[in-house]
């Protein structure tokens, strides 16, 4: 949280070239996130008609990505020309890795890009991966032979490094995110409405003392004044009243925050020209949302409970500051005031009181947070703008991959998926069915090129009994050999779409990753992320 | 733009595709006769067919050459049959719209045999029908059809669009866009460079998509698509939008459902396939103009934001925005430092954002930056490369089935599909209805919920403000008369008394029918009063 009170003067000549450039992209991850793109280094082991991880690659270039390198066995033949964007009749019989390399960083003289190998008959992956400095995140284009998949998959785990595996073959497609154990993420983005924490029914002394303050001779406001009080001080005096009229208790059954509601809406004064008062609807139509008792949300109460397998991991600065969180929420039965205030109708002075209250006491909790951590063994180095972070974002706290050292059996979740659709059947077109005949159909070819329908099926029934006799899978599976192998330009450039987002979100660890699997039918034009 | 003096068509950017000329279409209908005869029950046992289907490798192996000589003089023959029999189309309604007339020559083409290798993963696709691809769309006239295939692109995610219906194999597509390059295009608008900021974005792009995909013939309009006429628009068999205003998305569907409606021939259904990012998110959408929802239908899917009331701006401010919109509204209009706000201008940018920031001082607000001050006069919407690839061509997968029917689109079930990548991934894939009381496809009035005792003016400002009507210069006629007209000055004059009237005053009824138009919009919106009960 910058300290928001301290203004620089105005700049007289504007942004940077840099910042105007990037501009509509550092709005959703500010410089925080762009750094973490610079200084990324990208590994595509690219193989079969080679357009999904390009596009993809494109989409990480254009926003500044540090560096990528291109490993990829292939010479450009003429029907690559006819599905990737990022070679032209001038790369026939040239290395694919470099031709498309070189076409990519025309995008953005900001990136670097490398290739490999760097002539034919040269392809070594074990050995690019010894030699090349540490990459960020590795991707790989299915299909690849199984000793490759492999090598890359030992790197990841050796260096702790995310790898994705992606398969484009006609409409379908799928990729699958494998993170080095669990991983959190703090920065979610959360939507700006559900943010906003009021902490009507667990206020604070300031709070309380502002409120009646401002409401003890309320009946002999102006209309002006009465007009102007902010919501959150008309609904405190309210539930002041609700308390003496009910024992101390608060409304919170529904049937209570409705009567609630009511008496609000009563409190109205609808005797002035307008015949209402906007403050005051503004806090009828709060009453549901905010008239609320301090919780925490599922996930967050993961990552409380969550045992940590390796307790080495626990000494990370998010496990620290997750346990210094978890004592404050012990000892005050709620988590720090995050410290934002919506806008609502008051007079710009109150308005700004009222704003610093809520600030002053997220300051507060971030500091006692802080001293928490501070006495934690490993905590002392950690930087107090983290620790603010998470106590703003507290609700909104997201573990990703919590269950990384489980495998997750295929043929259960095919039991899963086929019960879903039992119902999916009964239920309509509201209820899509699973897609997962899709991701079974590709994974059957991820190290080659494609297969009958028959074999497709027959590799499936190995995983998943099941499935071999569904009518749904064999569909897929003739569609999945249809394609031949090959890829559709638009079905790889909507995949190389998504797997870029992915790949932002894991590097900046802003927003939300998937966790784990997501399959796209190009045919229905829909997703789903499964945990496979 | 119109002051820009264009033509309508705009500048022409043509650069001749052709290398080897008229034999390429004739080799490429050759060897679809070859491959009917080989399997005559094509689309009676799709099973088999799929099972059968021949391997790519196969394919590529084929000497050209030989394929040419011993298919052309098939060409006659073969129009002549799809005269006679008229392609029959069962599983994807889709397919009847394309009753295209086979009689014209086919596009010409490039470089015969490697165009032909080129293409080898797209037309295994095409020439192997799947368990859900329509029965027809691997017959021969079918797939010779779609060379003729002429298609429009325009706006924001032109770039992508254009790419994306290149390496689709259309061969004849039209691009529309009034903008030049701006600086903050570059992080996703990626067929421009840094030496491009200024020149036309239809231009370059054409320009550049057309040297690298061999074959493909792309015309440039530096134009607003409001610059066009339906005798333009008649021209194409698709249109792909990518456009940034609702404003304009609603002329184009406007002018589409118009051009459907006025013809009896199935051709003038011209499907319109609209995509618009935000950040992590967007959404692709079909619609059959005439048949299936419209974008005017699905309005109240965008509900404008709710404005600042000005007596915020004015005296009680209290987040950052009402501060720059003081700037903007009050302190420009009453200092003028420049003759004309041009917001893309960081001197004119600057001044707003020092105005802004000592009013925020002032009234101790925190938060004034610059980026705040342009994201809040210019209304930026954020943008990524990675999002605008996922629609994009999402919406081109849409023309591709349509034009190919190769596999089942979008349009007739569910039509409209929701992305979101902020937290995991999600997509909402549905059908959005078609409305009775659509101002554009429907042929019922709309109900238009108001209070008697309000004014006439106060009417006015909220239709631009109701998600279903959204009219910013809204002229307002009753039966009869007319209540206040915008244009031309001398019967705004006349009818501006009106405005401070309430709807009792002016005579009006419950149920009342109103007719609204609006300049941005060719087209008259019907609505009736619903008078609201006395609160």
Same mark, same amino acid.
């Given at each position: 949280?910058?300290?928001?009170?301290?203004?620089?003067?105005?700049?007289?000549?504007?942004?940077?070239?840099?910042?105007?450039?990037?501009?509509?992209?550092?709005?959703?991850?500010?410089?925080?996130?762009?750094?973490?793109?610079?200084?990324?280094?990208?590994?595509?082991?690219?193989?079969?008609?080679?357009?999904?991880?390009?596009?993809?690659?494109?989409?990480?270039?254009?926003?500044?990505?540090?560096?990528?390198?291109?490993?990829?066995?292939?010479?450009?033949?003429?029907?690559?020309?006819?599905?990737?964007?990022?070679?032209?009749?001038?790369?026939?019989?040239?290395?694919?890795?470099?031709?498309?390399?070189?076409?990519?960083?025309?995008?953005?003289?900001?990136?670097?890009?490398?290739?490999?190998?760097?002539?034919?008959?040269?392809?070594?992956?074990?050995?690019?991966?010894?030699?090349?400095?540490?990459?960020?995140?590795?991707?790989?284009?299915?299909?690849?032979?199984?000793?490759?998949?492999?090598?890359?998959?030992?790197?990841?785990?050796?260096?702790?490094?995310?790898?994705?595996?992606?398969?484009?073959?006609?409409?379908?497609?799928?990729?699958?995110?494998?993170?080095?154990?669990?991983?959190?993420?703090?920065?979610?983005?959360?939507?700006?409405?559900?943010?906003?924490?009021?902490?009507?029914?667990?206020?604070?002394?300031?709070?309380?003392?502002?409120?009646?303050?401002?409401?003890?001779?309320?009946?002999?406001?102006?209309?002006?004044?009465?007009?102007?009080?902010?919501?959150?001080?008309?609904?405190?005096?309210?539930?002041?009243?609700?308390?003496?009229?009910?024992?101390?208790?608060?409304?919170?059954?529904?049937?209570?925050?409705?009567?609630?509601?009511?008496?609000?809406?009563?409190?109205?004064?609808?005797?002035?020209?307008?015949?209402?008062?906007?403050?005051?609807?503004?806090?009828?139509?709060?009453?549901?949302?905010?008239?609320?008792?301090?919780?925490?949300?599922?996930?967050?109460?993961?990552?409380?409970?969550?045992?940590?397998?390796?307790?080495?991991?626990?000494?990370?600065?998010?496990?620290?500051?997750?346990?210094?969180?978890?004592?404050?929420?012990?000892?005050?039965?709620?988590?720090?005031?995050?410290?934002?205030?919506?806008?609502?109708?008051?007079?710009?002075?109150?308005?700004?009181?009222?704003?610093?209250?809520?600030?002053?006491?997220?300051?507060?909790?971030?500091?006692?947070?802080?001293?928490?951590?501070?006495?934690?063994?490993?905590?002392?180095?950690?930087?107090?703008?983290?620790?603010?972070?998470?106590?703003?974002?507290?609700?909104?706290?997201?573990?990703?991959?919590?269950?990384?050292?489980?495998?997750?059996?295929?043929?259960?979740?095919?039991?899963?998926?086929?019960?879903?659709?039992?119902?999916?059947?009964?239920?309509?077109?509201?209820?899509?069915?699973?897609?997962?005949?899709?991701?079974?159909?590709?994974?059957?070819?991820?190290?080659?090129?494609?297969?009958?329908?028959?074999?497709?099926?027959?590799?499936?029934?190995?995983?998943?009994?099941?499935?071999?006799?569904?009518?749904?899978?064999?569909?897929?599976?003739?569609?999945?050999?249809?394609?031949?192998?090959?890829?559709?330009?638009?079905?790889?450039?909507?995949?190389?779409?998504?797997?870029?987002?992915?790949?932002?979100?894991?590097?900046?660890?802003?927003?939300?990753?998937?966790?784990?699997?997501?399959?796209?039918?190009?045919?229905?034009?829909?997703?789903?992320?499964?945990?496979? | 733009?119109?002051?820009?003096?264009?033509?309508?068509?705009?500048?022409?950017?043509?650069?001749?595709?052709?290398?080897?000329?008229?034999?390429?279409?004739?080799?490429?209908?050759?060897?679809?006769?070859?491959?009917?005869?080989?399997?005559?029950?094509?689309?009676?046992?799709?099973?088999?067919?799929?099972?059968?289907?021949?391997?790519?490798?196969?394919?590529?192996?084929?000497?050209?050459?030989?394929?040419?000589?011993?298919?052309?003089?098939?060409?006659?023959?073969?129009?002549?049959?799809?005269?006679?029999?008229?392609?029959?189309?069962?599983?994807?309604?889709?397919?009847?719209?394309?009753?295209?007339?086979?009689?014209?020559?086919?596009?010409?083409?490039?470089?015969?045999?490697?165009?032909?290798?080129?293409?080898?993963?797209?037309?295994?696709?095409?020439?192997?029908?799947?368990?859900?691809?329509?029965?027809?769309?691997?017959?021969?006239?079918?797939?010779?059809?779609?060379?003729?295939?002429?298609?429009?692109?325009?706006?924001?995610?032109?770039?992508?669009?254009?790419?994306?219906?290149?390496?689709?194999?259309?061969?004849?597509?039209?691009?529309?866009?009034?903008?030049?390059?701006?600086?903050?295009?570059?992080?996703?608008?990626?067929?421009?460079?840094?030496?491009?900021?200024?020149?036309?974005?239809?231009?370059?792009?054409?320009?550049?998509?057309?040297?690298?995909?061999?074959?493909?013939?792309?015309?440039?309009?530096?134009?607003?698509?409001?610059?066009?006429?339906?005798?333009?628009?008649?021209?194409?068999?698709?249109?792909?939008?990518?456009?940034?205003?609702?404003?304009?998305?609603?002329?184009?569907?406007?002018?589409?459902?118009?051009?459907?409606?006025?013809?009896?021939?199935?051709?003038?259904?011209?499907?319109?396939?609209?995509?618009?990012?935000?950040?992590?998110?967007?959404?692709?959408?079909?619609?059959?103009?005439?048949?299936?929802?419209?974008?005017?239908?699905?309005?109240?899917?965008?509900?404008?934001?709710?404005?600042?009331?000005?007596?915020?701006?004015?005296?009680?401010?209290?987040?950052?925005?009402?501060?720059?919109?003081?700037?903007?509204?009050?302190?420009?209009?009453?200092?003028?430092?420049?003759?004309?706000?041009?917001?893309?201008?960081?001197?004119?940018?600057?001044?707003?954002?020092?105005?802004?920031?000592?009013?925020?001082?002032?009234?101790?607000?925190?938060?004034?930056?610059?980026?705040?001050?342009?994201?809040?006069?210019?209304?930026?919407?954020?943008?990524?490369?990675?999002?605008?690839?996922? $629609?994009?061509?999402?919406?081109? !997968?849409?023309?591709?089935?349509?034009? #190919?029917?190769? %596999?089942?689109? =979008?349009? +007739?079930?569910?039509?409209?599909?929701?992305?979101?990548?902020?937290?995991?991934?999600?997509?909402?894939?549905?059908?959005?209805?078609?409305?009775?009381?659509?101002?554009?496809?429907?042929?019922?009035?709309?109900?238009?919920?108001?209070?008697?005792?309000?004014?006439?003016?106060?009417?006015?400002?909220?239709?631009?403000?109701?998600?279903?009507?959204?009219?910013?210069?809204?002229?307002?006629?009753?039966?009869?008369?007319?209540?206040?007209?915008?244009?031309?000055?001398?019967?705004?004059?006349?009818?501006?008394?009106?405005?401070?009237?309430?709807? $009792?005053?002016?005579?009006?009824? !419950?149920?009342?029918?109103?007719?609204? #138009?609006?300049? %941005?919009?060719? =087209?008259? +919106?019907?609505?009736?009063?619903?008078?609201?009960?006395?609160?």
């Amino acid at each position: 949280m910058a300290d928001v009170m301290i203004q620089t003067p105005p700049v007289l000549q504007g942004p940077s070239e840099k910042e105007r450039k990037y501009d509509r992209q550092l709005r959703l991850w500010a410089a925080s996130g762009q750094a973490a793109l610079e200084s990324a280094n990208i590994l595509l082991v690219n193989s079969g008609s080679g357009t999904v991880g390009v596009e993809t690659l494109k989409n990480l270039v254009l926003p500044g990505i540090g560096k990528f390198t291109i490993a990829d066995q292939a010479t450009v033949r003429h029907e690559d020309l006819g599905v990737n964007f990022f070679l032209d009749e001038s790369s026939l019989g040239e290395l694919r890795a470099k031709a498309c390399t070189n076409f990519l960083i025309e995008l953005n003289p900001e990136v670097q890009g490398d290739w490999h190998p760097k002539s034919n008959d040269s392809f070594n992956l074990q050995q690019l991966l010894t030699t090349s400095p540490p990459f960020t995140l590795v991707l790989y284009a299915l299909p690849l032979p199984q000793d490759q998949v492999q090598l890359l998959h030992d790197y990841a785990r050796q260096h702790t490094t995310p790898i994705m595996a992606v398969h484009s073959v006609g409409f379908y497609s799928y990729f699958k995110t494998t993170l080095p154990g669990t991983f959190p993420v703090v920065d979610t983005h959360p939507e700006e409405t559900v943010t906003t924490d009021l902490r009507l029914l667990a206020p604070w002394s300031e709070l309380v003392d502002f409120a009646k303050d401002m409401t003890k001779d309320i009946d002999s406001l102006d209309n002006h004044e009465h007009g102007h009080l902010p919501l959150v001080v008309i609904l405190l005096h309210q539930l002041d009243q609700w308390q003496q009229s009910h024992g101390g208790g608060y409304p919170t059954k529904y049937a209570d925050k409705t009567a609630f509601r009511q008496t609000v809406s009563d409190a109205m004064r609808r005797d002035n020209p307008e015949g209402g008062e906007e403050n005051f609807e503004e806090a009828v139509a709060a009453v549901m949302k905010h008239v609320t008792l301090p919780s925490i949300p599922g996930s967050l109460q993961q990552v409380f409970e969550y045992e940590h397998q390796d307790p080495a991991d626990a000494q990370s600065s998010f496990w620290i500051i997750a346990e210094a969180v978890k004592q404050f929420y012990k000892e005050h039965g709620c988590l720090p005031v995050p410290g934002g205030l919506p806008d609502m109708k008051a007079q710009s002075g109150v308005y700004i009181k009222l704003q610093n209250i809520y600030k002053e006491k997220a300051r507060q909790d971030v500091r006692e947070v802080l001293n928490s951590v501070r006495s934690i063994p490993g905590g002392e180095e950690i930087d107090s703008s983290e620790v603010e972070l998470f106590c703003k974002n507290a609700r909104f706290i997201k573990l990703i991959n919590s269950e990384g050292g489980n495998a997750v059996r295929v043929d259960q979740v095919v039991d899963q998926e086929l019960a879903n659709d039992e119902i999916a059947a009964i239920a309509g077109p509201e209820m899509p069915l699973s897609l997962l005949p899709i991701y079974l159909a590709l994974t059957a070819t991820s190290h080659v090129t494609t297969d009958s329908p028959h074999g497709i099926i027959e590799s499936i029934g190995q995983q998943a009994p099941k499935a071999a006799s569904s009518e749904r899978f064999l569909k897929t599976a003739q569609e999945v050999s249809r394609a031949g192998g090959g890829e559709l330009h638009n079905i790889s450039a909507v995949t190389g779409g998504m797997v870029a987002q992915e790949m932002i979100k894991v590097i900046t660890k802003q927003y939300v990753p998937i966790d784990n699997t997501c399959i796209f039918d190009g045919i229905e034009s829909r997703c789903q992320v499964l945990r496979l | 733009m119109k002051g820009r003096g264009l033509a309508p068509g705009g500048i022409k950017v043509t650069h001749s595709p052709a290398k080897v000329g008229a034999e390429a279409p004739k080799f490429l209908v050759g060897r679809q006769l070859r491959h009917t005869e080989k399997q005559p029950h094509l689309h009676l046992d799709l099973t088999e067919t799929a099972y059968d289907a021949p391997s790519p490798v196969q394919q590529c192996t084929d000497p050209p050459q030989l394929l040419l000589q011993s298919c052309s003089s098939n060409i006659t023959s073969l129009l002549q049959h799809a005269k006679r029999h008229p392609i029959p189309r069962i599983l994807n309604p889709t397919a009847r719209f394309w009753k295209m007339s086979v009689e014209t020559q086919v596009a010409a083409d490039a470089g015969v045999g490697s165009q032909d290798a080129r293409w080898k993963y797209l037309d295994h696709i095409r020439r192997n029908a799947g368990p859900f691809t329509d029965p027809g769309a691997t017959e021969d006239e079918f797939l010779a059809q779609f060379e003729k295939f002429k298609i429009l692109g325009a706006g924001g995610l032109g770039c992508e669009i254009l790419k994306n219906l290149a390496m689709s194999h259309f061969k004849n597509i039209h691009v529309i866009d009034m903008d030049t390059i701006d600086i903050s295009n570059l992080n996703r608008q990626f067929l421009f460079r840094k030496a491009d900021v200024g020149k036309f974005k239809a231009e370059v792009a054409a320009e550049f998509v057309q040297k690298r995909v061999e074959g493909v013939s792309i015309t440039a309009h530096n134009n607003r698509i409001q610059d066009f006429d339906e005798e333009f628009y008649k021209q194409f068999q698709l249109v792909v939008c990518g456009l940034d205003s609702i404003e304009a998305r609603r002329w184009i569907n406007a002018m589409l459902v118009s051009i459907a409606e006025e013809a009896e021939d199935p051709d003038a259904i011209k499907p319109l396939i609209d995509g618009g990012t935000e950040g992590f998110k967007g959404q692709a959408r079909v619609i059959f103009p005439s048949i299936t929802s419209c974008i005017e239908c699905q309005l109240d899917m965008h509900a404008p934001r709710a404005a600042v009331p000005l007596c915020t701006i004015a005296s009680i401010p209290r987040q950052p925005e009402h501060c720059v919109e003081w700037a903007h509204i009050i302190a420009w209009e009453q200092e003028k430092p420049f003759p004309q706000l041009d917001k893309d201008d960081p001197e004119h940018v600057t001044w707003l954002y020092q105005k802004a920031l000592t009013r925020a001082q002032e009234f101790s607000i925190p938060g004034v930056t610059y980026s705040l001050t342009q994201g809040t006069i210019k209304n930026i919407i954020p943008a990524i490369a990675s999002t605008n690839a996922i $629609i994009a061509a999402a919406c081109c !997968n849409e023309a591709f089935k349509i034009a #190919t029917t190769s %596999a089942p689109c =979008l349009g +007739f079930e569910n039509n409209y599909m929701m992305y979101s990548g902020n937290d995991s991934i999600y997509t909402y894939t549905f059908k959005h209805e078609k409305k009775d009381d659509c101002p554009v496809c429907g042929r019922q009035a709309r109900p238009l919920e108001v209070d008697p005792k309000a004014t006439l003016q106060e009417l006015v400002d909220s239709l631009a403000l109701r998600p279903e009507a959204q009219l910013k210069k809204p002229s307002i006629r009753a039966e009869g008369k007319t209540l206040y007209m915008q244009f031309p000055p001398s019967l705004e004059q006349q009818t501006r008394p009106n405005l401070g009237k309430t709807l $009792i005053e002016l005579g009006l009824e !419950n149920g009342q029918q109103v007719v609204v #138009t609006d300049p %941005a919009f060719p =087209l008259e +919106f019907n609505f009736f009063f619903k008078f609201k009960a006395d609160s």
